[in-house]
């Protein structure tokens, strides 16, 4: 991907899902992770207004959103290096959304792919989750804009999934400033889409809603079902090229031994990698031993992580704490923003704000 400049601003969120995956973490996490040990000044947040527009159950947000937030400290993530904070913990986001609201054209909202495609679904299955016609759905790509607008971002590290919120988010803010003078800062997006993993179904994407992931906290027997599950065939596709890039042998193979080729690429060190890439050229009988192999090096790369999750240092008061200390980190930034669009709007600057 594209790499950071010095000092810049980065800018990332995820939807409070429950439970880590390893297509989140070699989507996401592992760029946050290199992007905190260089100099640029690193936001990670977690989305929480964001799910309510589909989790209904309050205590689920809340717990959703803590549980995220340890596994990212178990990855790594350092809430001293990166200001990790939670979305509704800066509440101007949400002023900032409404005046955002004003130069946003309705059609750009309904034009937009994950709301035709929520709309749609909905249209097959009514008891879907959240209400999809809601105000505050079709005005997601609004609060989005407002996350990343508020800290002047310079670059957002997002996944294909999230380019189109990206690019509207870029065009408000050009709107706005068209309208009312330079104010806002656009970013430029950051790429991450190299080491996207398909699901252990074999299906194109790693997805919770898909039920096909293997995650970070899985235990070395859950890890061992789900391996021993993915689908494989017995007759190997020809590889037509001799490169041993991960990227070329993936579409060359049937999608589950793709997965674990994939899992094995990242995880594996490369003599053992290239030892089976050559028992897959030969043709020969080796499935069991490639998903015992891959499941040993998943377990061994869950190990530490599972054990930082528990550790008990890593709870949720520590969380809470540090929620707190990077709110304050983060506001000043956040709410010089949300002043100079008042002003620029021709409301003035709060009164009750220091
Ligand atoms: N919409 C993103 C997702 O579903 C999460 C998100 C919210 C985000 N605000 C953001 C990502 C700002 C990047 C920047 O994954």
Known sequence: MS????????????????????GNYF??????????????????????????????????????????????????????????????????????????????????LERGTTYKDKLAKVQDDPKIAGNPLSYGLLGYPVLMAADILIVRADAVPVGDDQRQHLEMACDIAAKFNHRFGEVLHIPRPLGRDALR???????????????????????????????????????????????????VVIPKMPPGVGVLYRLLSLLAPEDVYLEFLGQYRAGGKFYGALKKTVAEHVSNFNAPIIEKYHDPANNDTSIEDFLRENAKRVTPVALETVEACREAMGIGRSLYRA
């Open 3 to 22: 790499t950071a400049q010095s000092n810049e601003v980065i800018l990332s969120g995820i939807r409070p899902t429950g439970r880590l995956h390893y």
């Open 27 to 108: 989507g996401a996490i592992w760029h946050f992770l290199r992007l905190q040990q260089t100099d640029a000044c690193c936001y990670y947040f977690i989305a929480d207004y964001h799910a309510l527009t589909t989790i209904t159950d309050r205590q689920e947000i809340y717990r959703a959103t803590l549980d995220m937030l340890r596994t990212y400290v178990a990855c790594g993530l350092d809430p001293e290096k990166s200001v990790i904070y939670r979305q509704s913990d800066l509440p101007c986001t949400a002023e900032l959304t409404l005046l955002l609201g004003m130069v946003t054209n309705i059609g750009h």
């Open 197 to 247: 993993l398909p699901g252990l179904d074999g299906s194109e994407k790693m997805g919770k809603s898909e039920n096909n992931t293997l995650d970070l906290l899985d235990d070395p027997q859950t890890v061992l079902r789900k391996i021993k599950a993915v689908p494989t065939t017995t007759d190997p596709l020809p590889l037509d090229t001799d490169s041993d890039a991960p990227e």
